[in-house]
C-alpha cells in the first residue's frame, strides 16, 4: 500500500504559527503536513540575519513539533531544494506565502512532479494594487494613500479574530505522516551574532508585550534613541515572526495607535509604490533635477565606520555595523548626513544599509533614501539640514552618544554634539575632527537643487 500523498508548506517571510495564513490553508487539505525552510542564498545573509533566522527556525521547529510536523530545513537552490523534497515526501500540494520574490520555474518544476502550487497573501494589512498611486513619493502622495489605506484596514480589521490554532483534526491528521517523514534531521548551528532584536515568535510577543506600555508616548519617545521609545517590531515584521495584523489588532483603538500605524502605512506606502511603478528611476521621477552627486571614497568610508566627526551621526552608524539595528530616526539622520553633507550619491549609501540592516526591504530602503536625496519627484520647499540641530533633538543629552562613542562620555551635553568647536579646551582621545563642514555643504547642495 503506497504511503499517503503530503502537504507541503514552505515557510518564507512567515517563521510563525499564529495567524498564518499558509499554515492555515496547508492543513485545511486534510493530508499530513511537512514543512520546509530554505536558507536565503548566502549573499543576502548578514551574520545577523543569518542569527535571526537560526533563532526563529529553533522556535517554529519546535511549534510545529508540539503537533507533529516536521520542519525540513534545506541549503540550496529553491527550486531544485522544493521539488526533491516535494517528490520525496510524495507531496501533492506546496503552499506558500506569495511575494513578487516567488521563483518563477517553480509551479512548472513541480508539477513535473505532480505538485500543485497553492499561494496565499501574507505580510502585508492591504495588497498592492488597490489603491491608485501618483508616481511620486513625497509627502502629498503619502497622505493620500494614508487616507485610502487607513480606511480600508478600519473597516476589514474592525472585528477581526486570528483564526484558531491548531485546527481541529490536525494530531489524527499527522498520524497518517509517514514514519521516514517524522523526524527532519536537527538544525545545524549557527555562529551567534551581536543582537539588538532577537528572533523567534517568543521573542517577537514579548517585544509587542514591551512596547503596548510605550504606546501612548511614542510621538514622542519615537524619535529620542536613548530611550528606546520604538517598537522594534519591524524585524519581527520582516521575517514574519508577528503577524501585522495581530499587531493591529494588539494597539487597537489604545492612545498613541494611530501615530504607530501611521509607520506602518508608511511601510506598505513603499511597497505598493514599487510594485505599481517598478520601473520608475529617480531620474524619470516627473520634474526632477538631479546632478550626479560625488564619489568620494574616504567620505564613504568614514560614514560606514561611523567616523565623520559628527558624534550622533557615527555612533549610530557604529550601531548598524555592530547589530544591523538603527532606529528609524537616526536611519534618516544618517542617510539626509550622506546625501546632503557629504554629498555622496544616495545608492551607494542605499547599497550599505542593504548590506547592513537586519529589517532590510527592498522597496523601503530604497524609498527612504530617494527621499533624503531630494527625489521625491516634485519640487519642494527644501529645509536647512544642520546635523548638529538634529543631534541635539534626537539626543539631548548625549545619553545615545556616550553609549556608542565612550572616547567622548566624559563631554558634558553641550559639548558632545559639536566637539570640535571645544577641541582646544578638552581631551576627545582621538576622535576625528568633522570630515565635512556641514555649512559649506548646505550651500552646495541649494546650489545644486536650484541649478
Known amino acids: 500500500m503506497p504511503a499517503p500523498a503530503t502537504t507541503l508548506l514552505w515557510f518564507r517571510r512567515d517563521l510563525r504559527t499564529d495567524d498564518q495564513p499558509a499554515l492555515q ?51 540550496g537552490e529553491a527550486v531544485r531544494e522544493l521539488v526533491q523534497l516535494a517528490t520525496h515526501c510524495r507531496a501533492a500540494t506546496l503552499v506558500c506565502m506569495a511575494d513578487a520574490d ?21 505580510g502585508l494589512l492591504q ?54 517523514l517524522r523526524h527532519a534531521p536537527p538544525l545545524l548551528d549557527v555562529s551567534a551574532a551581536r543582537l539588538t532584536v532577537h528572533g523567534g515568535e517568543t521573542a517577537a510577543w514579548r517585544q509587542l508585550d514591551a512596547f503596548m506600555p510605550k504606546l501612548a508616548r511614542y510621538a514622542v519617545l519615537r524619535d529620542l534613541p536613548a530611550q528606546q521609545g520604538g517598537s522594534q517590531l519591524s524585524p519581527h515584521f520582516h521575517f514574519g515572526t508577528l503577524s501585522l495584523r495581530r499587531a493591529w489588532a494588539a494597539v487597537a483603538d489604545e492612545p498613541g495607535a494611530d501615530v504607530w500605524r501611521k509607520e506602518l502605512a508608511r511601510r ?25 552627486a560625488e564619489h568620494n571614497e574616504q567620505a564613504l568610508t568614514a560614514w560606514q565606520q561611523g567616523e565623520t566627526g559628527y558624534p550622533l551621526v557615527d555612533a549610530a552608524m557604529r550601531l548598524l555595523r555592530d547589530s544591523g539595528w538603527l532606529p528609524h530616526s537616526l536611519r534618516r539622520l544618517c542617510a539626509l548626513f550622506f546625501c546632503r553633507v557629504l554629498l ?86 582621538g576622535y576625528p575632527a568633522p570630515i565635512a563642514d556641514f555649512r559649506i555643504s548646505q550651500a552646495r547642495w541649494r546650489e545644486r537643487q536650484a541649478s
Open 25 to 75: 490553508l496547508a492543513a485545511r487539505a486534510g493530508r499530513p503536513l511537512v514543512g520546509a525552510y530554505v536558507w536565503p542564498p548566502e549573499e543576502e545573509l548578514t551574520a545577523g540575519r543569518r542569527y535571526f533566522i537560526w533563532q526563529s527556525l529553533q522556535d517554529l521547529a519546535a511549534r510545529l513539533a508540539a503537533y507533529g510536523v516536521p520542519l525540513y530545513v534545506l541549503d
Open 102 to 122: 516567488l521563483p518563477p520555474a517553480l509551479p512548472s518544476a513541480l508539477a513535473a512532479q505532480g505538485c500543485a502550487l497553492h499561494t496565499v497573501a501574507d
Open 127 to 180: 495588497q498592492p494594487h488597490q489603491f491608485a498611486l501618483p508616481p511620486y513619493l513625497d509627502e502629498a502622495a503619502f497622505a493620500g494613500f494614508q487616507v485610502a489605506w487607513q480606511a480600508a484596514c478600519a473597516e476589514q480589521y474592525a472585528h477581526w479574530q486570528a483564526p484558531g490554532w491548531p485546527p481541529p483534526g490536525l494530531a489524527e491528521q499527522q498520524e497518517r505522516l509517514p514514519e521516514n
Open 268 to 292: 506598505e506606502f513603499f511597497v505598493h509604490f514599487f510594485r505599481q511603478h517598478p520601473d520608475v528611476l529617480p531620474e524619470r521621477l516627473p520634474e526632477n533635477r538631479w546632478p550626479l
Open 344 to 429: 555622496c550619491d544616495w545608492q551607494a549609501g542605499a547599497d550599505w544599509f542593504a548590506r547592513q540592516l537586519l529589517d532590510f526591504e527592498p522597496a523601503v530602503n530604497r524609498g527612504n533614501w530617494l527621499l533624503a536625496a531630494g527625489l521625491a519627484g516634485r519640487p519642494a520647499e527644501d529645509k536647512p539640514f544642520n546635523p548638529v540641530v538634529w543631534s541635539q533633538k534626537l539626543d539631548p543629552g548625549g545619553q545615545f552618544i556616550r553609549r556608542h562613542l565612550p572616547q567622548l562620555a566624559h563631554l558634558d551635553s553641550r559639548d558632545i554634539h559639536a566637539p570640535w568647536r571645544a577641541a582646544a579646551e578638552v581631551n576627545t582621545h
